[in-house]
């Protein structure tokens, strides 16, 4: 057994040791005198979230498939744990080895939040490795970033030694090859990098500069080579049925967020929601085949021997062989004693059967998200859930027993009005009128329902038809979410209705990092530098600081949050094209602003654009193209 | 048909508390593909019982858990398909058929061994034996026992049936076990150390159990310790 990294002394005094020794069933050890790239896979936040996350299992096993990879996995330690790692100046390490992350090949950091911004610098530092990519020397690792937030890397540009724009799958082997071909070369960092810019995906960002006009705004990029891309088109899996998928998925030993197997049904979205940002980078829809996913669930379950399996996409509902893929399941999880978690269906009779048939009615709930509270402004959202379909999903629930019901808004969506807030009440009385009418006296379970509506603030994320939307002030978010009460507290039945809303301050920070440049950096850097780490556990956010850090930089939260952006103007991320043109965004925008809205994929192609990876639903014989 | 199991926790899985053990093994008979029985009820649960708790550092060669089954082909074959199944530091050591009537692991237990030794070098402690004989010749050894609610005083004496040091320089005992009178090694031993007048902290030493026990005596007999193991 390999030695641990921690001591006996240091793990017997932190929350949770299992957290940091490895060991994990289906964890992947090889001889390292064998394997020539050595791999750290991070996701920048606590082993319980990440190792609930599905991406880092898929690149994983792909990455440890190949014999001359060896991929380890890195989390970021836990405060207990971090402040020990700074007092001894403890290198952090791979779990699988236990040899420090600073020794490897490459730092893969997976950015899946920009609350988690923080965090990479804890992992950076916590590994001895400098933070800005200009301060990093040969023997360092190659720091690449992945994920939804390098849609707009800028505000972290500077930590990055390069971002993989795009889904995993494709260019790994090609990056490696080229490394390993420079390093037998004798080439440098910079050879590599140079190299490096040149795969489709990669974008090196210390290549390129940002040039700024006096009001602020952008002016444009100059690039320090010539042969390297001025815009960089994400990466895509074109059959996502011939790609890798972990049948073999680390098992932990602690409970974690996601504790079960997880089969990705699809990917993208036909909905196009205007707010979504997953909606828009991962077009087009393209469809795992069904028979395939039937094997994988078996052979998933026999592998991990967890007792749950979920479907992930961003709506299985949508998932053309859904019927027969649950029917599958559902009898094949019968035999197995295994439960079947479906999150993402839209609520009707079919899936309320299947629901039925698999959960426990008296304990679970629904959740409907309706997103706003009035038809005007769910038109504007292009969110296609009319108050219609949400009464009638709500009664044959209430029929069928199901007691409790959640509800998910956003306030701060563009053009809304204080009757839009208002119908958050309305709705959700609505809802439980329909309890009361749909279920008899006699009949109703402790005689009550209980409906509980949830309100988070919205944030306009880079390439969604709101990337040009101002943002509110916090001031203007509470005061939404106070008048979102009142509206539920006057309602006749107030009582069966609980109110949560998010946190404002995080919100607003959120927007900053989300539609920031390369300005951002610095702040994020003195952020940390005065203790800000794990900002999105509400018991670590300091807003005193961020607000503080801004400060100190001189930058203006307004300039990113409640301006307006022009038509024209040139964003931070323009020179990604994640395949939906700007053009289509634009388009979306303004029909928002008239409350027009747009059919989805399958009923009538919109010409966003990402046709041209020539997969998916864009060439589907039943989708509108043909 | 129920079915004994004693198996091994040693190395980096000592780390690993008593619930994540429980889980551990729930998902290992499903990977092994063993034929659990499960309770009734809507959210049914493979019928599994520990026998005592392992605290989080501790290393063991005795612990067990009971089974139930619907079906087996022989106990060397599920040892077999089981250990295919383990992770380092995790390993069955045997499987019994357990007569219908036996009582539950947990129910079971009365003792428990332990062997204590110094993670480096040896116990910094002159004539060691004599001064655990010493200090075992005690009338009582009290132990003051905080918990969030009280102060108790307790007696460990009672519960050490005995202790003793061995040629490889390692302390080991036999203590209760029982969900009544339960004792930690640790408490012996921290007892035992103000007795020699040393101060060695826990994370310093490694304890290890050994073996657990049932008490196969009759009311007013002397203790019978018999290995979980050899019963059925």
Redesign the interface.
Known sequence: MNQLALSDEILMQVEKPARYIGNEVNSVIKDKAKTAVRFAMCFPDVYEIGMSHLGIQILYSMLNEWEDVWCERVYSPWVDLDAIMRRESIPLFGLESQEPVRDMDFLGITIQYEMCYTNILQVLELSQIPLLSEDRGEDMPIVIGGGPCTYNPEPIAAFFDLFYIGEGETQYRPLFDWYLENRSQGGTRQDFLRGAAKIPGIYVPQFYEELYNEDGTIRGRRKRYDDIPDVILKEIATDVTAIPYPMKPVVPFIKVTQDRVTLEIQRGCIRGCRFCQAGQLYRPVRERDVDQLKEYAVEMLKNTGHEEISLSSLSSSDYSRLDELLDFLIAECGQRHTNISLPSLRIDSVSLDVMGKVQDVKKSSLTFAPEAGSQRLRDVINKGLTEDDILRGATLAFQGGWTRVKLYFMLGLPTETEEDILGIGDLSNKIAAAFFEAVPKDKRVNGKVQIVTSTSFFIPKPFTPFQWAPMCTKEEFLDKAHLTKQGIMSQLNQKSIKYNWHEADVSVLEGVLARGDRRIAKVIKKAYEKGCMFDSWSEYFHNDLWLDSFKECGVDIGFYTTRERADDEIFPWDFLDCGVTREFLLREWKKAREGTVSPNCKAQCQGCGANRFGCGICYDKDGARG | MKVRIRFAKY???K???HL?TM??F??????A?IDVK?SEG???H?IMSFAAPLG??IESFGEYMDIELCSMTSPEDMKRSLNQ?M???LEILSVTILPDHAKNAMASVAAASYRLHM?EGAFPVEDLCGKIRAFYEQEAIFYTKETKKSVIELDLKQGIYEINSDTDGSVRMLVNASSSGNIKPSMVFEKFCQFAGVEIP??AYQVVRLETYTDLAGEGEAHRFVPLAEVG
């Open positions: 190395g980096v899985m780390f690993i508390g994540d889980r551990f729930q998902k290992a008979l499903r990977r593909e499960y809507f959210s049914p493979q989080v550092g199944v992770v380092e530091g993670k826990a994370p």
